[in-house]
């Protein structure tokens, strides 16, 4: 569980709307450069076949990195491409059947909204969950309500395996997010829309750091 802590970390989840003018490649290297230690790879209106291209290129570019790439919500996507691991939400294939088709030495993550959600998923098989939102975003319209840092602790607390927080999430909010008993933060547009992806990263370690 050390391993997957410590990937969770600064966790970078792709908007390929808000990546568009570097792209989401190029978006993702220059976050990693600064510090980012996994990446989400999120398109939810691509196909299959642009998932897979896209993760391909993007399991190229982290290469030698040690960061690794996991695919939300498409496991076919996953498999293809070769990439580390996915990432599923509650409506999506069910934990079990995820972990078998990825095998065992895949990372899978599970999206819980909620606490019940979180003490359901106690006996999952799955490396991590995420807990969230904390905050309303604008890169999720059908997320369930906040639940702030008061919600978070409960959660992070509840769960059995290494948890990263996710929802509106800026730098300033860093030792707020361990403080709460997350093991690391998701970010999708404080970096993504970023003029500087890599300056980005770099402030929300700092703040860990300060």
């Known amino acids: 569980m050390a391993l997957i802590r410590a990937q969770l970390r600064l966790y970078l989840i792709t908007d390929p709307v808000m990546c568009a003018e570097r792209g989401v490649v190029d978006t993702?290297?220059?976050?990693?450069?600064?510090g980012v230690t996994m990446v989400q790879l999120r398109d939810k209106t691509a196909t299959t076949a642009t998932r897979i291209e896209l993760a391909r290129a993007l399991m190229r570019a982290l290469d030698g990195?040690?960061?690794?790439?996991?695919?939300?919500?498409?496991?076919?996507?996953?498999i293809a491409a070769g990439a580390d691991g996915a990432h599923i939400g509650q409506t999506d294939a069910p934990p079990e059947r995820a972990r078998a088709l990825l095998g065992p030495d895949k990372i899978l993550g599970l999206s819980c909204e909620t606490l019940t959600a979180t003490r359901e998923a106690r006996d999952a098989p799955v490396d991590y969950l995420g807990l969230g939102?904390?905050?309303?975003?604008?890169?999720?319209?059908?997320?369930?309500?906040?639940?702030?840092?008061?919600?978070?602790?409960?959660?992070?607390?509840?769960a059995t395996v290494p948890t990263v927080a996710i929802g509106g999430?800026?730098?300033?909010?860093?030792?707020?997010?361990?403080?709460?008993?997350?093991?690391?933060?998701?970010?999708?547009?404080?970096?993504?829309?970023?003029?500087?992806?890599?300056?980005?990263?770099?402030?929300?370690?700092?703040?860990?750091?300060?």
Request: charged share 20%; hydrophobic share 45%.
């Open 28 to 34: 993702v290297q220059e976050a990693v450069s600064g």
């Open 65 to 78: 990195t040690g960061v690794p790439l996991v695919v939300n919500d498409d496991l076919e996507a996953a």
């Open 133 to 158: 939102p904390i905050f309303s975003t604008g890169t999720k319209d059908d997320h369930k309500p906040p639940i702030g840092w008061t919600g978070l602790a409960q959660m992070a607390t509840a």
């Open 169 to 210: 999430i800026k730098s300033r909010h860093m030792k707020q997010v361990f403080d709460a008993g997350a093991d690391g933060a998701s970010v999708v547009s404080a970096i993504c829309a970023a003029p500087d992806p890599r300056a980005a990263a770099v402030t929300f370690l700092k703040e860990l750091s300060e």
